[in-house]
């Protein structure tokens, strides 16, 4: 059984995973539940890893794998979103997952979680990831995450990301921006008025600001690629 508290918790992180493809910040978890303090969300953190229902992932900053839900959530479907795999062999192509088979993506390269590198435009290879992260019939490729900027909401240098390419995004939608033509970044994407703000997620890193013609959206974070 769990607390009322730690269900909310649970079912946050859920939804945010099923989202974005990587958990939320303690930040984002502490207003989520209307907390004051992020040791409120330590002590939940630990109930919930305690009674089996999540993982945290050993020298990942704040990385969170959801292992089972309770039944009242499950219903509403589960997929999990972070893939354990080996970075000098990629995932087979006829790899089975609960929700159905998996899909063969092009990884178009690095893409920068820090300061902007040039634009990705090649394909490397393919990676197979789940079904569940395929959403809808638009194009999807995938990204190696290079730099930090991104820990806290638990992107970390050298995960994969899974990109469902689009030109839209919403306030709060982790994306791949192009700036200026020939620099893309991995980051949280923020309408103010007649400009765009490209946040990080590390306190190390400071927000970029542009005018909304400096910047084209072209994908959006749909999963997470987690390899050792």
């Known amino acids: 059984m769990l607390t009322k508290k730690q269900l909310e918790l649970l079912e946050f992180i859920n939804r945010r995973m099923q989202r974005d493809g990587v958990p939320p910040s303690f930040d984002e978890m502490k207003d989520a539940l209307d907390l004051r303090s992020k040791s409120g969300i330590h002590r939940l953190i630990t109930a919930l890893e305690e009674r089996g229902f999540i993982r945290r992932l050993a020298h990942r900053a704040r990385a969170i794998e959801i292992v089972k839900l309770p039944e009242a959530l499950e219903k509403s479907g589960f997929t999990p979103r972070v893939i354990e795999g080996s970075r000098s062999e990629p ?71 899974v990109i469902r390419e689009t030109d839209a995004a919403d306030n709060g939608d982790i994306v791949v921006a192009l700036v200026e033509g020939h620099e893309a970044t991995l980051k949280r994407f923020r309408r103010k008025g007649a400009a765009v703000a490209l946040e990080a997620a590390n306190p190390a890193y400071e927000t970029r600001v542009f005018r909304e013609d400096q910047v084209k959206v072209q994908g959006r974070l749909v999963g997470l690629i987690r390899t050792y």
């Open 91 to 161: 995932p087979a192509a006829s790899m089975q997952v609960e929700s159905g088979g998996a899909f063969d993506v092009p990884l178009m390269g690095r893409i920068a979680a820090g300061v902007p590198i040039e634009a990705i435009s090649h394909v490397e290879h393919n990676v197979s990831v789940p079904g569940g992260m395929i959403t809808g019939p638009a194009h999807h490729y995938a990204l190696e995450v290079k730099g930090d900027s991104m820990i806290d909401v638990g992107i970390n240098d050298g995960d994969i990301v």
